[in-house]
């Protein structure tokens, strides 16, 4: 499994494409000040820590074109010409990935380190914009062993077959998508679609499967010099982020860039785009005067230009705004350089009462004998839903996640508890554990639809836990908060029929119980448990 955040870069490589040695402070200051945290270093490769909006420095191309300009060895903007190819590419109608690109590279001379830095950036590109290719996918051919125009169509499983990459006979979609290593990871990008995408070409020779497996085909070698690329996906502009960044990279190179035409239109657009940004605006939000003459020495470091608009590359796909102009150029300043000063505004500052009153109730819980355990915020229906023994219920959902374990946004600690429960069978027992920490709830009432719910739930598993010592714990937990409840029976179907009661205190603020058998065995715990869970919010409330 890859590292979606640290990029390797061969030094040597890396060196030549800067046009010269750089130092070892060079390596562990200088260029860690353009927000790239040094992972590793040794002789021959070097690692750095790369930000999710900088997907063009996942290339050596790309991070030696950041720091060449960073470090002040060049103050040119890039810019990138294409020739037209006189390829097209005809696109039907793929409900399952409806957008496509494409762009042919010639004159490639692959050597060692060219490969490493083109995979090392299709892996990236694929993990970070592409969501696992979901969103987008890449394919690279060998241009010269197929035969143009293209055509990008939706065909049933059954319909087409080929030999794809890495097998030694032709299979059909459906085939690839059971039996081929690849389809068994990314088949259910597909699902509930009953065509499936696929690039042709004049003899109806299969170049890829988006997302799934390229053909055997059009595979890279050593003696391959035109590359044709496409790149597929359910977004218009993350396949054009993509694509930008990955021939700009190969341009880096001083391979040749030219367009496919794509209903009419030239693909990839090279060409620079600029914003427009008020000097008094940025000077006001980073405290500064500078002049446009400074403001275009410092976005020259950060390889933009200036002409009264900023000019941005095409591979910059992170700026989008004003807001992300400053930051380049408060990142060029330097972030050390900036002075502290006083607050132009006079203001009182006092700590929040509602996380003063968090700290307190972590130390009331640790007074009792519980340790605190910290669960992710993102989890899954099958945890909060599936294992608790409830149906499911809306939530709060990602659009696109990036792992089956983190779909959705937590409604409850209990299931992190008895998750922690899970992973720690083989520790001593009785386990007392609480979680003091945010779910997020529906409400169609705020701006977002959703509101964010601070809770605390306990809960201990031992062998001879039971209903009574639990409310025991609540009971001393409450009274030292000075809150008079009562309980009231309570059917709840991840609790035991009749050990289970509401937590009431003016209104419902909470829930105790012994854990129902299914549900243990849903989690795979061995042992009873007991537990509680508390709204904070209401709790602070009745103490005010």
Not at 73 to 84: E, F, G, Q, R, V
Not at 93 to 110: D, G, S
Not at 231 to 237: F, Q, Y
Not at 339 to 367: M, N, Q, Y
Request: aromatic letters at 8%; charged letters at 30%; proline letters at 5%.
């Amino acid at each position: 499994m890859i590292d979606i955040a640290v990029a390797e870069f061969i030094k040597k490589d890396l060196e030549k494409i800067i046009g010269r040695k750089l130092s070892e402070d060079d390596y562990k200051n200088k260029i860690t000040m353009l927000g790239c945290p040094l992972e590793k270093m040794d002789s021959e490769k070097v690692s750095y820590e790369i930000s999710p909006n900088r997907p063009d420095m996942y290339s050596a191309e790309g991070f030696a074109r950041a720091i060449k300009n960073f470090l002040g060895l060049s103050k040119s903007i890039p810019s990138y010409n294409t020739k037209k190819s006189g390829i097209k590419l005809a696109a039907g109608i793929v409900t399952a990935r409806p957008y496509i690109t494409a762009a042919v590279v010639r004159n490639v001379k692959f050597t060692e380190e060219v490969i490493i830095s083109l995979i090392q950036l299709q892996e990236k590109l694929h993990e970070t914009i592409g969501r696992k290719r979901k969103k987008v996918a890449i394919g690279i051919h060998d241009l010269d062993k197929v035969k143009p125009p293209f055509c990008y169509k939706a065909v049933k499983p059954e319909e087409i077959s080929f030999v794809p990459l890495d097998a030694k006979q032709k299979m059909n979609l459906s085939e690839i998508g059971k039996r081929h290593p690849k389809g068994k990871d990314y088949m259910h990008t597909l699902e509930g679609y009953e065509k499936w995408p696929i690039i042709v070409d004049k003899n109806n020779d299969v170049l890829s499967f988006p997302p799934i497996i390229n053909g055997e085909l059009t595979r890279l070698t050593e003696k391959t010099r035109n590359l044709f690329i496409d790149v597929t996906g359910t977004s218009d502009i993350a396949i054009n982020h993509a694509i930008n960044i990955l021939v700009a990279a190969l341009s880096d190179r001083g391979f040749s860039i030219e367009t496919v035409e794509i209903k009419g239109s030239r693909k990839p657009d090279l060409s620079n785009r600029k914003i427009s940004i008020n000097i008094d605006y940025a000077n006001k939000l980073l405290d500064l005067d500078l002049t446009k003459s400074e403001m275009k020495t410092l976005l020259s470091k950060m390889c933009l230009g200036f002409d009264g608009s900023v000019i941005i590359p095409p591979y910059r796909t992170d700026i989008m705004h004003p807001i992300d102009i400053v930051e380049d150029l408060a990142i060029a300043k330097g972030y050390g350089t900036f002075e502290a000063k006083i607050p132009r505004v006079p203001t009182i500052a006092k700590r929040d009462g509602l996380v003063e009153f968090l700290e307190f109730l972590r130390g009331a819980v640790i007074g009792l004998g519980f340790q605190e355990t910290v669960g992710a915020i993102l989890t899954n229906k099958d945890d909060e839903f599936r294992k608790m023994n409830i149906p499911v219920e809306e939530a709060c959902e990602t659009t696109n996640p990036v792992t089956v374990e983190c779909t959705m946004c937590r409604k409850k600690l209990l299931p992190s508890l008895l998750k922690t429960f899970s992973q720690n069978k083989h520790m001593d027992y009785p386990q007392c554990v609480f979680e003091l920490g945010d779910a997020i709830v529906i409400d169609k009432t705020k701006e977002t639809n959703t509101a964010t719910v601070r809770m605390l739930a306990c809960g201990i598993s031992n062998s001879s836990v039971s209903y009574e010592q639990i409310s025991s714990y609540l009971d001393a937990f409450l009274k030292n908060l000075g809150i008079n409840y009562k309980l009231k029976k309570f059917t709840h179907s991840t609790f035991i029929e009749g050990r289970c009661a509401e937590i009431i205190a003016d209104k419902q603020i909470g829930i105790i119980g012994e854990v129902h058998p299914q549900v243990l065995e849903n989690w795979k715990l061995e042992k009873p448990v007991a537990a509680f869970e508390l709204n904070v919010e209401e709790i602070f409330k009745l103490m005010k």
